[in-house]
C-alpha cells in the first residue's frame, strides 16, 4: 500500500521518452537531405521529358543551346555575387574592433554574438549562398539579352545622333543595362551584410557618443561604396544613349521614342558632366582606407546629388520652357523628321505607295458613272474574301493553338502570329504559323503593342521573318527564313545554327499557298494611321490623323478586323490576293483611306498600297454604311424578316471596301444562324455604292442594283458560278471536309478568273 503520510517515497530515475539532441540533428538534416533529393528527382524528371520532347520534335538542339546559356549564366553570375557576399562579409569579421568595454548597446548584442558563434561557419555559408542562387536564378533568365548580344548582327545602318550601329541599341545596350542593374542589386546586399556585421561586432556603433565607425569599417565600406558611385558612373554614360529609346510624346504622337530639341540640347551634356562628377566621387570614396575620412567622399557624394538636381532636372525644364515652348514647332522640326525616319523604317511601312483617290462626291441615291463590266468583275473578286466572323469548328481552334504552341516551344525567340491557317501541300495538311522577329528598342522609332490579352507585347520593331509548318498528323514542326535582310533573324540563326532552314528549301507548292500575316498588318495600319503624314509640320499640327474604325458589325469589340480578297487597286494591271483594311477621319466616321498588302507570295508581296481619300470627300465609313444597311427602307425589312424566321439575329461577315471606278464599294455578307454548334449558313449580300444600299440573296444580282450592270451573258453566268462555289466550301469548311474546300476554292478562282475575263471584254 502506498504511504499517505506525510513523507514521500524516493522518486526513480527519470526515463528521457524524446531523442538526444544529436539525435535530433541527424534527423532533421536527414529529412533535409531526403527533401532535397526528392526536389532534385522531380526536377531531373522535369528536364528529361522536356529534353525528350524536343529531341522527338528534331530540335533537341534548341533544348540543349537553352539549358546550356542557363547554365552558363547561372554560375557565372550566382558564382561571383556568393563570394562578393560571402568574402565581405567574412572581411567585415576579421575586421572587426576589440571591445574593451561594453557598452549597454554592446551587451544587448553580445548574446547575438554568441549564438552565431557555434554555428558561424554554416551561417556565413548561407549568407553566401542564398544571394548567389537568387542571382544566378535572375541572369539565367536573362539567356535571350545574353545570346542577342553574344551573337549580334550589324544592322548596316547608324542612328542620326550618336552614330552608332543599330545593332548597339538593339542587341548591346541592353546587355549593359542588364549588367548595371544586377550590379546594383548585387552592391547593395553586399553593403547591407557588410554593414550588418560591422554592427554585429561593434565596428560600427550607432549610439556611441564620439566615434561611430572604426577605421577599418570606414575603409572597408567606402571601398564598396566607391565601386556602386563608379558604377552609377557607368550608368550615367549608358543613359546617354537610353534617350535614343526612351518614350515620350510629342504633337500627334502619344508613343513617341527618341531625343527631342531638350534632351539633345540639355539632357545630353548633363548626363555626361554627371559621369564625370561621379568618377570623382567614387575616386574619393576608393581613398577612405588611406585618408581614413569619409568626410571629402560625403562632401562629393552631396555635390553629385545637388548636380544631379540642377542640372539633370532643372536645367533641362528651363531650356524646354524657355527655349523650346516659345517656337515648338521649328525647334523640334529635325528630331519629328528623325522619329518619322526611324519608325516608317522600323515597321517596314518605309516603301507604302499611297496615291490620291478620286472618290466623287454625291449625293444619297446618287452613284457615280461606271463601266458596269469592269464595276461587276471588280465586285466580283471581293467573293473570295467573305469570311466568317467565327471558326468554324471546334475542333480547328483547337489544333491552331496547338500547331502555334508547338512553334513558340521550338522557338522561344519568335514572336507568334495569333492566326494559324490550314493549307494542303502534296496530299498533306498542315498548318501555317507566321514567326516575327521583333525588338523594343529600335533608336528614334515609336512603340505599339501587337497580339491581345496575356500575348500582347509591346515593340518598335518587327519583321515577318519565319514562316513555320507544323504537320496536322504527326505534330513535326519546320521553320523556314522568309526575310532575308533581317538583321535580328540573323542573329538568331547565328544563336541557334541549323533551326531555320534556308529561303531556298521552300518548296513551290507551300511558297504559292502562303500569306500575307494578319498581326503583322494590324500593326502597321495602325502605325499608318499617324505615321503616313512624312512632313515634320503636318505632324506636329496633328491635323491629318487617321484611326482604325471600330467593328461596325457587332460581332468584336475592338477595331474592324483586315480581310482577305482578290484585289485589284488602280495601278495594278490583274488582281492579287490582298489583305485589306480601312481609316476613318479621327473623330469623324467619314472614309479617310483605303489600304491593301500584297498578299500573293512574289515580287510584290509585302507591298503596301493606301488610296488617300480628298480631305473633303463624303464617302461614309464603315460605321455609317452599317447604319445606313439597318435604316433603309428597303434592306432593313429584309433583315428583320431574316430575325424573324430564324429566331435569333443574323451573323455578319466581314464589311468589305473595294475601290470601284473612283468610288467605294461595300460588300458584307449576311449569315442565318443555325442549330447550336452548327455552321452559320449564307443567306444575303449587302453592297452599297455611290450612297445607295443593296440587298440581294447572291452577289451577282446585288451588283446589279448597286452598279447598274445588265445581269446576262457570259460575266453574269461566271459570277453565278463563283458564288455557287463559294456556298459549296463554305459548307465543306463547316463540316470539317479540308479536301472538299480544297476542290471549291480552285473552283472559285477559275470562276472568278472567268468573271474578271468577261468583265475586261465588256
Known amino acids: 500500500m502506498p504511504d499517505r503520510g506525510g513523507s514521500q517515497q524516493p522518486r ?3 526515463l528521457r521518452t524524446g531523442l538526444p539532441g544529436r539525435g535530433r540533428g541527424l534527423l532533421l538534416r ?25 529531341r522527338s520534335v528534331g530540335y533537341g538542339g534548341v533544348w540543349s543551346s537553352v539549358l546550356r546559356t542557363r547554365v552558363f549564366l ?83 545602318t547608324v542612328d542620326p545622333q550618336f552614330h552608332r550601329d543599330l545593332s548597339f541599341y538593339v542587341f548591346q545596350l541592353p546587355w549593359y543595362r542588364f549588367l548595371v542593374d544586377f550590379g546594383f542589386t548585387v552592391l547593395v546586399v553586399t553593403l547591407a551584410g557588410t554593414a550588418l556585421v560591422h554592427y554585429l561586432y561593434g565596428s560600427i556603433q550607432a549610439q556611441a557618443r564620439g566615434r561611430r565607425f572604426s577605421c577599418a569599417a570606414k575603409g572597408h565600406l567606402g571601398l564598396l561604396l566607391g565601386l556602386f558611385v563608379g558604377l552609377k558612373a557607368v550608368a550615367y554614360w549608358l543613359d546617354r544613349y537610353s534617350l535614343a529609346v526612351q518614350g515620350g510624346s510629342l504633337g500627334a504622337a502619344d508613343n513617341w521614342t527618341g531625343l527631342r530639341f531638350t534632351d539633345a540640347a540639355a539632357v ?44 539633370g532636372a532643372v536645367y533641362p525644364a528651363i531650356v524646354q520652357q524657355f527655349q523650346v515652348r516659345p517656337n515648338e514647332k521649328a ?35 446618287e452613284a457615280p458613272r461606271t463601266d458596269a463590266g469592269d464595276a461587276v468583275a471588280a465586285g466580283a473578286t471581293a467573293l473570295a474574301g467573305l469570311s466568317l466572323p467565327a471558326p468554324a469548328v471546334a475542333v480547328r481552334t483547337t489544333a491552331a493553338s496547338a500547331a502555334k504552341q508547338r512553334v513558340e516551344a521550338v522557338a522561344p525567340w519568335l514572336t507568334v502570329d495569333g492566326d494559324p491557317y490550314r493549307v494542303s501541300v502534296d496530299g498533306r495538311s498542315e ?33 515577318d521573318s519565319v514562316k513555320a509548318t507544323v504537320d496536322g498528323s504527326t505534330g513535326a514542326v519546320a521553320l523556314y527564313q522568309w526575310d532575308r535582310t533581317d538583321p535580328v533573324l540573323s542573329t538568331w540563326m547565328k544563336a541557334f545554327p541549323g533551326t531555320v532552314r534556308p529561303y531556298a528549301a521552300i518548296s513551290p507548292e507551300l511558297k504559292a499557298r502562303l500569306r500575307y500575316p494578319k498581326d503583322l498588318f494590324a500593326v502597321q495600319q495602325r502605325m499608318l494611321a499617324t505615321y503616313h503624314v512624312t512632313d515634320p509640320a503636318a505632324f506636329y499640327r496633328g491635323s491629318d490623323v487617321w484611326r482604325i474604325p471600330a467593328d461596325p458589325t457587332g460581332t468584336g469589340t475592338g477595331p474592324q478586323a483586315p480581310a482577305y480578297l482578290s484585289l485589284r487597286m488602280p495601278d495594278q494591271s490583274s488582281a492579287t490576293l490582298a489583305l485589306t483594311g480601312s481609316f476613318v477621319l479621327d473623330g469623324r466616321n467619314g472614309l479617310a483611306a483605303l489600304m491593301a498588302v500584297d498578299s500573293t507570295p512574289g ?61 467605294v464599294l461595300y460588300l458584307e455578307p449576311v449569315y442565318a444562324r443555325g442549330a447550336v454548334g452548327a455552321h452559320p449558313l449564307p443567306e444575303k449580300v ?70 474578271l475575263a468577261a468583265g475586261s471584254a465588256r
Not at 529529412?31 to 520532347?53: K, T
Not at 509585302?606 to 433603309?632: C, E, Y
Open 30 to 54: 536527414g529529412c533535409f537531405v531526403v527533401l532535397v533529393l526528392l526536389a532534385l528527382a522531380f526536377a531531373g524528371s522535369a528536364v528529361r521529358a522536356d529534353q525528350d520532347w524536343y
Open 268 to 311: 545630353l551634356p548633363a548626363k555626361t558632366i554627371l559621369c564625370c562628377v561621379a568618377v570623382i566621387c567614387a575616386l574619393l570614396f576608393l581613398l577612405t582606407p588611406l585618408r581614413r575620412s569619409w568626410t571629402v567622399p560625403m562632401i562629393g557624394l552631396g555635390l553629385m546629388a545637388f548636380s544631379s538636381v540642377l542640372i
Open 74 to 156: 547561372f554560375l557565372a553570375f550566382g558564382l561571383p555575387t556568393a563570394l562578393l557576399v560571402g568574402l565581405n562579409a567574412w572581411l567585415a569579421y576579421r575586421l572587426r574592433s576589440p571591445l574593451s568595454a561594453m557598452s549597454e548597446e554592446q551587451q544587448s548584442l553580445e548574446r547575438y554574438r554568441a549564438a552565431i558563434g557555434r554555428h558561424r561557419g554554416r551561417i556565413l555559408a548561407v549568407v553566401a549562398l542564398v544571394p548567389g542562387l537568387v542571382a544566378g536564378a535572375a541572369a539565367s533568365g536573362a539567356w535571350q539579352t545574353w545570346l542577342a548580344y553574344d551573337h549580334s548582327t550589324r544592322f548596316g
Open 686 to 755: 449587302l453592297a452599297l455604292f455611290g450612297g445607295k444600299p443593296a440587298i440581294a440573296s447572291d452577289l451577282p444580282t446585288v451588283l446589279s442594283e448597286v452598279l447598274g450592270a445588265p445581269g446576262g451573258g457570259a460575266l453574269a453566268t461566271s459570277l453565278q458560278q463563283a458564288q455557287q462555289a463559294y456556298r459549296d466550301g463554305q459548307a465543306a469548311l463547316g463540316s470539317g471536309d479540308s479536301a472538299g474546300y480544297e476542290a471549291d476554292r480552285q473552283r472559285l478562282e477559275a470562276a472568278l478568273r472567268a468573271a
Open 603 to 663: 515580287a510584290d508581296y509585302g507591298t503596301i498600297r493606301v488610296l488617300d481619300l480628298p480631305s473633303g470627300s463624303t464617302t461614309p465609313g464603315p460605321a455609317q454604311v452599317q447604319a445606313a444597311f439597318g435604316s433603309d427602307p428597303v434592306v432593313a425589312p429584309q433583315l428583320a424578316l431574316l430575325r424573324e424566321t430564324g429566331g435569333a439575329a443574323p451573323v455578319y461577315g466581314s464589311l468589305l471596301a473595294l475601290p470601284v471606278d473612283g468610288g
Open 12 to 14: 526513480g530515475p527519470r
Open 431 to 463: 498548318w501555317v504559323v507566321d514567326g516575327y522577329t521583333t525588338s523594343d528598342d529600335y533608336p528614334g522609332a515609336a512603340r505599339t503593342t501587337m497580339g491581345s490579352g496575356a500575348d500582347a507585347g509591346q515593340l518598335n520593331y518587327v519583321r
Open 331 to 365: 525647334k523640334e522640326r529635325p528630331y519629328i523628321q528623325r522619329n518619322i525616319t526611324a519608325t516608317r523604317a522600323a515597321f517596314g511601312i518605309a516603301g507604302t505607295r499611297t496615291t490620291d483617290y478620286p472618290a466623287p462626291r454625291t449625293a444619297a441615291g
